[in-house]
C-alpha cells in the first residue's frame, strides 16, 4: 500500500464551486500533514498546514480524520486561478522528511 | 530574497550517458533534498542532506546516481550511466533544518530527457 494515497482527477468544476480533495495515508503514526500546490511545469509550493482540529485560510479549509486516516482540502468559491495540482503531503514516520501523493488535479472554467 | 536555484533547466541525452544537476539553496538553509518527479507522479525523495551530511538515501538508487554536499551549500546530483526510465524532473529543495515543520522550497527544477 502506497504511504499516500490521492484521487488524481481531474477535476473540473464551474467557477464558484465548492470542491472538495480526500487523500489517505497508510501509517497511523504519522504527524505531520500538508497540501502543497503544483501549477503546470511548475515547482510545488506550501499551500497550507493541516493541524488536528481543522484550519481555514481564507476560502481554504483543512481538516485530518485520525481516526480513518484520511485529509481533506475543501476549496470554496472556485477562482479560475485556482487551477493546479493539489499534493497531498504526510511526513516520513522515523525520518524528517516527507511523502508525497501523486496529486490531485483541478480545472476550474469559466 | 532569493529561492533555490537550479541548472540546467532542461537536458536531452542518451541512454547510458551520464548527465549532473546543480542546486544552489536559500542562503542559510541547512538541509537539502533531491526529488524525482515523473509525468503524473508527485516528487519522491532520493536523497536528503543536513549540512554537508546524508540523512537519508535510502530512495537513491546508487548503483547508477550519486550526489554530494561537499561544502554545506551548493549540491551535485549525477546519473552515470542514464536509463530511459530516468526521465523526470529532478527538483531541489531547501529548508532550515531537518524536521517536517520547517516549509520546504523547492527549485525550479530540471527537466530531463533520456533518448
Known amino acids: 500500500r502506497k504511504e499516500v494515497e490521492q484521487d488524481p482527477g481531474p477535476f473540473n468544476v464551474p467557477e464558484g464551486a465548492t470542491v472538495a480533495f480526500n487523500c489517505t495515508y497508510s501509517?497511523?503514526?504519522?504527524?505531520?500533514f500538508f497540501w502543497y500546490r503544483q501549477d503546470c511545469r511548475k515547482e510545488p509550493k506550501l499551500l497550507m498546514s493541516?493541524?488536528?482540529s481543522g484550519n481555514e485560510d481564507g476560502r481554504f479549509t483543512a481538516q485530518l480524520n485520525r481516526a480513518s486516516q484520511y485529509i481533506s482540502l475543501l476549496i470554496r468559491d472556485s477562482k479560475l486561478s485556482d487551477s493546479a495540482t493539489y499534493l497531498c503531503?504526510?511526513?516520513?514516520?522515523?525520518?524528517?522528511?516527507?511523502?508525497f501523493g501523486t496529486g490531485t488535479r483541478l480545472t476550474v472554467i469559466p | 530574497e532569493a529561492g533555490v536555484a537550479q541548472s540546467p533547466r532542461y537536458k536531452i541525452i542518451e541512454k547510458r550517458q551520464s548527465v549532473a544537476f546543480w542546486c544552489n539553496p536559500i542562503?542559510?538553509?541547512?538541509?537539502l533534498y533531491w526529488y524525482q518527479q515523473i509525468l503524473g507522479q508527485g516528487p519522491k525523495l532520493l536523497i536528503q542532506?543536513?549540512?554537508?551530511?546524508?540523512?537519508?538515501d535510502s530512495q537513491l538508487p546508487k548503483d547508477r546516481f550519486s550526489a554530494e554536499r561537499l561544502k554545506g551549500v551548493d549540491s551535485t546530483l549525477k546519473i552515470q550511466p542514464a536509463k530511459l526510465e530516468d526521465s523526470a524532473v529532478y527538483l531541489c529543495?531547501?529548508?532550515?533544518?531537518?524536521?517536517?515543520?520547517?516549509?520546504?522550497?523547492f527549485g525550479p527544477g530540471t527537466r530531463l530527457t533520456v533518448l
Open positions: 529543495a531547501s529548508s532550515l533544518g531537518p524536521g517536517s515543520n520547517n516549509e520546504q522550497f
Open positions: 501509517n497511523s503514526a504519522s504527524q505531520s
Open positions: 493541516v493541524y488536528s
Open positions: 503531503v504526510v511526513n516520513k514516520v522515523g525520518a524528517n522528511n516527507l511523502f
Open positions: 542562503s542559510g538553509h541547512a538541509t
Open positions: 542532506f543536513q549540512n554537508n551530511g546524508v540523512v537519508d
